[in-house]
């Protein structure tokens, strides 16, 4: 069964991303989809459950609405240029776990993106 992380920006996509979520949960099962509103408590320490979900998931879909591209950062500049964007970063280690698990034998894990809209 794959383990799914469902990556996305709460201001643009976080309606879009709780609809897919749930018909992942009755797909496969709440074990195997990490959402991060329904899997991190308060007063977690974020980034690295953030880190160690992305490190062991199969899948990262990546919900990307109509103001992804766009949508400012609190310090001016958009959001995904910014060196610490969440979205950008998860997709970053999702993407260098791969490459290592490929490194190692591993089976492949794939980056799916759903543009809404």
């Excluded at 996305?8 to 797909?27: G, K």
């Excluded at 062991?56 to 310090?75: E, F, H, Q, Y």
Aim: with cysteine; proline share 3%.
């Amino acid at each position: 069964m794959p383990r799914i992380f469902i990556n996305y920006r709460r201001a643009d996509s976080i309606a879009y991303a709780e609809l897919i979520c749930r018909q992942l949960v009755e797909q496969f099962g709440a074990d195997h989809v990490f959402f991060d509103l329904e899997a991190i408590d308060l007063g977690d320490e974020f980034a690295r459950i953030i880190e160690q979900r992305v490190g062991s998931c199969d899948v990262l879909l990546a919900i990307i609405g109509p103001k992804w591209l766009t949508l400012a950062a609190d310090a001016g500049g958009r959001r995904l240029d910014q060196p610490h964007d969440y979205v950008m970063s998860t997709k970053r280690a999702f993407t260098d776990s791969g490459r290592e698990a490929l490194h190692q034998g591993k089976q492949a894990q794939y980056l799916l993106s759903c543009i809404t809209g």
